[in-house]
Structure formats: structure tokens, C-alpha cells
């Protein structure tokens, strides 16, 4: 279903064309009176669900290493189109180690803009599912204890993409800017911790201890990040991810990111 004319006359725009569709949202490019082209973000039932707190990070960011919003109302956003690759596509293409300095400036970028923490997610309650979980594979309790470290050791924290992975930055004419953020407000060294697991479609690379450590010296080296950190947040991310996959699951589950669990656990550890 195309948006209707009463959400298209909302913010001014005409000629939709879908780009890309999730589980809570379709999104359509756009074009504007003038003819500049927007990226159209129309939400199921009109319920933005857990996508509002990374909406307020975008418009706290103002355009800063991200992409603009233009418009907003109850259950849609229209935001700055980006037409260029994203650094997944470049990664895909052999320029791997590039690409995860670009999404390193970016994330600093991201991490010193001025944000105020209303609105976003505390990355305390983020890990709430892994906390509430039992399971017998001791890596899930190597994760927690190691989670439980990290928190109570946090340095000042700052404004957090949350999902940040190569997909989700794009070449815009202002530079690389991210997309579809979570809103986080916490330790910045959570920001890359799923970038070492991403992007999708470098397997089996993105399993290799190799790849993993080369990562993390560009990541501590753009960042200015202590690797012990990164390394933690990266182990703790991967088992999240298995839980949120699993709907609080854990054991007796076949899971490709199991692998990627236990290398980032022996590099943390």
C-alpha cells in the first residue's frame, strides 16, 4: 500500500517509491516542491514502538554525522535522503579495514556532539534481557558477569547510535551519516560493539580472530577508546543479540553467532 495523499500532502512531498520495509515501517523516497528528494518513514499503526528514543537522538544531532529530519508527526518522519553506498557496500567490496574507520570517525562524531540524555535509552536497561536469563552454556554467564563489570566501571557517558553497524551509515552529500538509530545514553565504548560482527554478507571473515583484532586496533586507534572496553562490550553485545534473536532463549539452539560469542569472549577475557 502507497501512502495516501492526506500523508503525502502532510509534509509537502509527492511521487513515493518504496525503499526499503521493516517489521514496524515501509519507507519511501520522496520528492519535495523544489524537487530535492526525502526518505518518507511511515510506522504500522501509526506506533513508532522503540524507534522514538533514536528519532530524538536524530533531531538532537541536528544533521551532526547523521541524517536530518525535516518533519515529524504522530507515526511518521520524513528525513534527509541519502542516495550514496553505505559502508556495508564498501566492506562487501574489500575495503574492510576503510570502512571501519570511517564508521569509527563517525561514531565519535556521534559520541562528542552536544546531546542532552532526555529521551534516549539508558544503556543499563538495554541489557535487562541478558540480566533476566538463565541458561547452562557458561558463556551466557561470562557475559553477564562481564556486562555487570563494565557498568559499574563506566566512564562519563554519551549519546549512543546503539545499532551501529555498517548498514546503517550512508554517503550523503555532507559526508557518511547514520540512519535508523536506537537513542542510547551510556559507556562509548557500546557504540562499535556490533560493528565487529557486521556487515552482513562477510562471512566468514566477520568470524575470524584476525579480522576481529584488526578491528579493534582501529577502533581504539580513530576513538581513542581502551581496547579492554570495546573488546568487553563487543562479547556482551553478541550474546544480547542471541537473546533478542531467541526471544530469551539461550540453550539448545543452533545460532551462527555462537562462534562469533566465544571468539569475542576469549579476546575479552
Not at 78 to 84: A, D, K, P, Q, V
Not at 248 to 268: T, V
Request: with cysteine; net charge negative.
Amino acid at each position: 500500500m502507497t501512502p495516501t495523499q492526506a500523508e503525502l500532502d502532510r509534509f509537502s512531498v509527492r511521487d513515493p517509491q518504496l525503499i526499503a520495509e521493516t517489521g514496524i515501517a515501509k519507507v519511501w523516497r520522496v520528492t519535495q516542491n523544489g524537487g530535492t528528494p526525502a526518505a518518507l518513514k511511515l510506522y504500522q499503526g501509526g506506533d513508532e514502538k522503540d524507534e522514538a528514543p533514536g528519532l530524538t537522538l536524530l533531531a538532537a544531532l541536528n544533521g551532526t554525522a547523521a541524517a536530518r529530519i525535516l518533519g515529524r508527526a504522530p507515526g511518521a518522519v520524513l528525513m534527509e535522503y541519502l542516495s550514496g553506498q553505505s559502508l556495508g557496500d564498501m566492506a562487501r567490496a574489500g575495503d574492510d579495514l576503510e570502512a571501519a574507520a570511517h564508521l569509527a570517525a563517525v561514531a565519535k562524531s556521534i559520541a562528542t556532539a552536544t546531546v542532552p540524555a532526555t529521551g534516549l535509552t539508558n544503556l543499563s536497561d538495554r541489557c535487562d534481557t541478558l540480566f533476566a536469563t538463565q541458561a547452562a552454556d557458561p558463556a551466557l554467564g561470562q557475559a553477564q558477569t562481564l556486562a555487570r563489570q563494565l557498568l559499574a566501571t563506566a566512564p562519563v557517558p554519551s549519546a549512543l547510535h546503539g545499532d551501529l553497524h555498517h548498514d546503517n551509515i550512508l554517503r550523503g552529500d555532507r559526508g557518511w551519516c547514520v540512519i535508523d538509530p536506537k537513542g542510547i545514553w551510556g559507556d562509548p565504548a557500546y557504540e562499535y560493539a556490533n560493528a565487529f560482527r557486521n556487515p552482513v554478507g562477510l562471512d566468514p571473515a566477520i568470524r575470524d580472530a584476525e579480522r576481529l583484532r584488526a578491528m579493534l586496533d582501529c577502533f581504539a586507534r580513530v576513538s581513542g577508546l581502551p581496547k579492554d572496553r570495546l573488546m568487553g562490550w563487543a562479547a556482551v553485545h553478541v550474546c544480547m543479540s542471541i537473546l533478542w534473536d531467541r526471544d530469551r532463549s539461550f540453550d539448545n539452539h543452533p545460532d551462527n553467532d555462537l562462534p562469533a560469542l566465544y571468539l569475542a569472549l576469549a579476546e575479552a577475557t
